[in-house]
Nanobody, 116 residues
Framework: QVQLVESGGGLVQAGGSLRLSCVASGSFFNINTMGWYRQAPGKQRELVAYWTNYGNTNYADSVKGRFTISRDNVKNTVYLQMNSLKPEDTAVYYC??????????WGQGTQVTVSS
């Protein structure tokens, strides 16, 4: 089992920045990827960024050049640095861990609201 706890969300004006954190605990055996999803009201959950155990990263087109995912293996923490935020980035952001090919573990989510 893996437990994920997100923090760092909040209200920010357009153009501002936030850094989300996800602290992981438990057994990481077979966890191969850590990622961030988001879900806006009335929309499907979408994958924002992920970091594989091989050091590969990937981003949704909508956040490329503005968001950066990173991890601190000593602290068992994954970060999402979000710059140049837009109102359309408003959503609940979830940290997730992938076991095999399935995003198996999820945090409780943290709200990000970007005002125009």
């Amino acid at each position: 089992q893996v437990q994920l706890v997100e923090s760092g969300g909040g209200l920010v004006q357009a153009g501002g920045s936030l850094r989300l954190s996800c602290v992981a605990s438990g057994s990481f055996f077979n966890i191969n990827t850590m990622g961030w999803y988001r879900q806006a009201p009335g929309k499907q959950r979408e994958l924002v960024a992920y970091w594989t155990n091989y050091g590969n990263t990937n981003y949704a087109d909508s956040v490329k050049g503005r968001f950066t995912i990173s991890r601190d293996n000593v602290k068992n923490t994954v970060y999402l640095q979000m710059n140049s935020l837009k109102p359309e980035d408003t959503a609940v952001y979830y940290c997730s861990a992938r076991l095999g090919s399935t995003w198996t573990y999820w945090g409780q989510g943290t709200q990000v609201t970007v005002s125009s």
